[in-house]
């Protein structure tokens, strides 16, 4: 039902940051746990991180842990994704996923492209 989006993808080098977001319509991102994965080149879709909803707790996926951080900015509806020390492997597409009590809603992805 909802409509997501992701945006601020892009080029990078590697050693740079990078900061992508998500919004959708239709919901209150604070009621909802929010999860972001990615799609590398001939790669399958995986986890990256998550924010949950009930206790503001999130969780990483070990190939980015203390590179990436989740956050939320609940005046702007917005879930960000902050990515610094970017390495080759992290050149993805990468997905937005609003997790709902019946359904999960998934965003068209982003592009995020690291260079040598």
């Known amino acids: 039902q909802a409509q997501v989006v992701e945006s601020g993808g892009g080029l990078v080098q590697a050693g740079g940051s990078l900061r992508i977001s998500c919004t959708a319509s239709?919901?209150?991102?604070?009621?909802?746990?929010i999860a972001w994965f990615r799609e590398g080149p001939g790669k399958e879709r995986e986890f990256v991180a998550w924010h949950v909803h009930k206790d503001g707790s999130a969780d990483y996926a070990d190939s980015v842990k203390g590179r990436l951080k989740i956050s939320r900015d609940i005046a702007k509806n917005t879930v960000y994704l902050g990515m610094k020390n970017l390495k080759l492997e992290d050149t993805a597409v990468y997905y937005c996923?609003?997790?709902?009590?019946?359904?999960?809603?998934w965003g068209q992805g982003t592009q995020g492209t690291v260079s040598s």
């Open positions: 996923n609003v997790i709902r009590d019946d359904d999960t809603d």
């Open positions: 239709g919901l209150t991102f604070t009621q909802y746990t």
